[in-house]
């Protein structure tokens, strides 16, 4: 019986070893995320740069690669037959006594499923999930022989690359597909890694903050035109002392007779020094320019209006040209953080409450992208309201009564309190799903 050819059995090996390299190198450029590899660059790492060149021309790397995978398995299989095949079937037939065309049939059969069995776990499966734990260093680290084996099979690579470019022109698809990260596949992420540890609950409630500020227009962040505390600058000294005694506020609105006529905002620190150097308490004089902004401008836009005004107050104003309210960082910085304590008046609740049986008793005021996320679901990019109440009025159409309930979105809604016209408080609880 002729000796075992181990020596073939190792280039066997080594073949699909390389097809291995080739699969991971293949995997981890593909799905090793650009900002990683640009900051990757960006602190002189070698080969982050060939990496992404080799990803923003995906369609010729991948070429290169596949023909390197085609000539290795066409190679491993041709001569793992030739080499091993003979061997397995001597063997085969001094052991088990099997006819000697039984025995080559079943020997090449043998080595074809153990050859496909390594190249599966060695040459395909291990280096791939390699790649998916570290994608990037493992694509600077592979991308130099990458970039050669692209260089090499030129030739072959602009062929298949034309090639596929037909195909697809022929299906009038794109071959390049969209690799801008949504909202939606953010915000996942975001929870992804909270659930993995990598950031804290608090940070990930910020970040969900951020988010909801940037797609708020300004009229979902203000104080509302019922709630604004002002000045009338007509009024007496003493009327206006008592104003400020009783508002918790450091900055007013000051108005000529009515809400609709503004003169500025006058700052609580200004009255104060007037009244302490004994001059007059002149509001006119007093009175500090505040920026207008629409109340359908972007949230973010009032801040940039707010960064550089004289005095940290906008008023906002609708399309009609009449005061809506005003906008504060304070509002701002609510709508990322919450609802401060000590910027809300003794009298009022916080705006979303869990009691014991699992309901919730919700403030009408509260956002409502804010209580849908808190419930789990999603809400119309296209709406015309901003606040709990708001998202009532859109599914009743109309005013509703102390009592008056609805369900939606898997969840009922009940109105427990009416401050006159306005919806005060609700009472929200899961709906048991129907069998």
Do not use: C
């Not at 390197?68 to 080499?83: K, R």
């Not at 919450?338 to 014991?356: A, I, Q």
């Amino acid at each position: 019986m002729p000796a075992f050819p181990w020596t073939d059995v190792a280039i066997i090996l080594a073949l699909i070893a390389l097809n291995g390299f080739f699969a991971m190198a293949e995997l981890a450029i593909v799905s090793a995320r650009r900002p990683r590899l640009q900051a990757m660059q960006r602190a002189g790492r070698r080969g982050a740069g060939r990496a992404l060149a080799l990803a923003a021309d995906s369609g010729r790397f991948l070429s290169a690669v596949q023909i390197g995978i085609t000539l290795i398995g066409v190679a491993n299989g041709a001569f793992s037959g030739a080499s091993l095949a003979g061997p397995v079937a001597a063997r085969l037939e001094g052991w088990f006594g099997l006819s000697a065309s039984v025995a080559d049939d079943v020997g090449f059969a043998l080595v074809i499923v153990i050859v496909t069995y390594v190249s599966l776990i060695i040459g395909e499966l291990v280096p791939k999930q390699f790649a998916l734990r570290a994608p990037e260093p493992l694509a600077a680290a592979v991308a130099p022989a990458m970039d050669l084996l692209t260089r090499v099979t030129r030739p072959f690579v602009f062929l298949l690359d034309q090639s596929s470019q037909l195909v697809f022109r022929l299906l009038r698809l794109k071959r390049d597909a969209d690799h801008a990260v949504t909202e939606e596949e953010l915000r996942s992420m975001v929870t992804d890694a909270e659930s993995a540890g990598v950031i804290e609950e608090s940070e990930r409630a910020l970040i969900s903050g951020i988010m909801r500020l940037a797609d708020r227009p300004v009229r979902g962040v203000m104080t509302p035109r019922v709630e604004v505390d002002w000045l009338d600058a007509s009024a007496g000294e003493d009327e206006v002392r008592a104003r400020l005694i009783a508002t918790p506020h450091t900055r007013i609105v000051v108005a000529d007779g009515n809400i609709d006529t503004i003169i500025g905002v006058v700052q609580a620190r200004d009255a104060l020094a007037a009244l302490l150097e004994g001059r007059p308490l002149d509001l006119r004089a007093l009175a500090k320019a505040a920026p207008a902004v629409p109340d359908v401008a972007d949230a973010t836009d009032a801040l940039t209006a707010l960064r550089d005004a004289a005095v940290p107050m906008a008023l906002v104003i609708d399309e009609y040209g009449h005061f809506e309210g005003v906008v504060t960082p304070a509002d701002l910085l609510a709508a990322i953080a919450g609802e401060f304590k000590s910027d809300m008046d003794d009298e009022l609740d916080p705006h979303l409450v869990t009691r014991e049986d699992g309901s919730l008793l919700v403030s009408g005021g509260m956002a409502a992208d804010e209580l849908a996320e808190t419930l789990g679901f999603e809400l119309p990019e296209e709406r015309d309201y901003q606040t709990v109440a708001g998202f009532v009025l859109a599914e009743l159409e109309h005013i509703p009564a102390t009592g008056e309930h609805f369900e939606a979105r898997g969840w009922r809604f009940e109105v427990i309190d009416m401050d006159g016209r306005k919806i005060d408080k609700l009472l929200v609880s899961r709906v048991q799903p129907d069998p």
